[in-house]
C-alpha cells in the first residue's frame, strides 16, 4: 500500500513556548527582509531577460 503525504493545515508555532525553550530565538536580525528584496529583485530580472530572449525568438522564427 502506498501513502501520499498531502499538505496538512498544521497548527501555528507557538513562539512564546519557543523563546521559553530556546531564549536566543527572535534576539538577532535574520536579514529576511533584505534577503525577500533581493529575491525579488532577481525574479523581476529574470522576467525581464526571459521576455527579451522570447522576443527575439519570436523574431528568429519569424524570419
Keep these: 500500500m502506498e501513502e501520499t503525504t ?3 493545515d498544521e ?3 507557538e513562539y512564546e513556548a519557543i523563546r521559553k525553550r530556546f531564549p536566543w530565538v ?3 536580525a535574520s ?3 533584505d534577503l525577500s528584496q533581493r529575491y525579488r529583485h532577481i ?4 522576467r525581464k531577460d ?3 530572449v522570447e ?3 519570436a523574431i528568429r ?3
Design 6 to 8: 498531502e499538505p496538512t
Design 11 to 13: 497548527a501555528p508555532f
Design 50 to 52: 526571459r521576455e527579451i
Design 43 to 46: 525574479m523581476a530580472e529574470a
Design 61 to 63: 522564427q519569424s524570419e
Design 26 to 28: 527572535g534576539c538577532i
Design 55 to 57: 522576443a527575439i525568438d
Design 31 to 33: 536579514g529576511e527582509r
